[in-house]
Antibody
Framework: EVQLLESGGGLVQPGGSLRLSCVASGFTLTNYAMTWVRQPPGKGLEWVSTMSGSGASTYYADSVKGRFIVSRDTSKKTLFLQMNTLSAEDTAVYYC??????????????WGQGSLVTVSS | QSALTQPASVSGSPGQSITIPCTGASSDVGSYNLVSWYQQHPGKAPKLIIYEVSERPSGVSNRFSGSKSGNTASLIIYGLQAEDEADYYCCSYSVITTLVFGGGTKLTVL
């Protein structure tokens, strides 16, 4: 059974950093693209970042480019999102999602339960 | 990065059918059959209900259907049921932004 479990969220001050983790089970990370999607409180979904199944390609939304880094540790079956220089606009529930193939355009067929990041002083 | 355009809300009575449009551009919806739709109930994670414009994942009710014409994709829900009340999001591959979501549509079953 495919499962995605996010962790690492919490309260952080503006300008601070946080690293989210997403532990994957039931499939092999290298066979599927993985994406981070966020949802500010009461608002819609926003694509944040994607890593291809090979790990060779990463993509970022303009709103996080240069501040966020997606990475993974295949031995730990874990996807990461390093978030730096955080601002209030980054406050959201962050979901990790698995694509149905190794390439980016495929749909996201499994989602984690989400991890809340709150940026506030 | 402009989001795909969806109506903020739609409503229908049980048994009726509704359509949720999702309008993009030639850089996304119009050029690629890579539109997917997600259903999200309050406090829950999104769930894939349509991929590649009109394909249904295993286990998703055949009351959900998708189509596309030009730069606009559509989700059609037939025979509305109370459990269909949720937020719905379209998503497309984009040659400019990689992936782009619609703003979301709140479906109310009257």
């Amino acid at each position: 059974e495919v499962q995605l479990l996010e962790s690492g969220g919490g309260l952080v001050q503006p300008g601070g950093s946080l690293r989210l983790s997403c532990v994957a089970s039931g499939f092999t990370l290298t066979n599927y693209a993985m994406t981070w999607v966020r949802q500010p409180p009461g608002k819609g979904l926003e694509w944040v970042s994607t890593m291809s199944g090979s790990g060779a390609s990463t993509y970022y939304a303009d709103s996080v480019k240069g501040r966020f880094i997606v990475s993974r540790d295949t031995s730990k079956k874990t996807l990461f999102l390093q978030m730096n220089t955080l601002s209030a606009e980054d406050t959201a529930v962050y979901y990790c999602a698995k694509h149905s193939t190794a390439v980016v355009p495929a749909a996201m067929d499994y989602w984690g339960q989400g991890s809340l990041v709150t940026v506030s002083s | 990065q402009s989001a795909l355009t969806q109506p903020a809300s739609v409503s229908g009575s049980p048994g009726q059918s509704i359509t949720i449009p999702c309008t993009g551009a030639s850089s996304d919806v119009g050029s690629y059959n890579l539109v997917s739709w997600y259903q999200q109930h309050p406090g829950k994670a999104p769930k894939l209900i349509i991929y590649e414009v009109s394909e249904r994942p295993s286990g998703v009710s055949n009351r959900f259907s998708g189509s596309k014409s030009g730069n606009t994709a559509s989700l059609i829900i037939y025979g509305l049921q109370a459990e269909d009340e949720a937020d719905y999001y379209c998503c497309s591959y984009s040659v400019i932004t990689t992936l782009v979501f619609g703003g979301g549509t709140k479906l109310t079953v009257l």
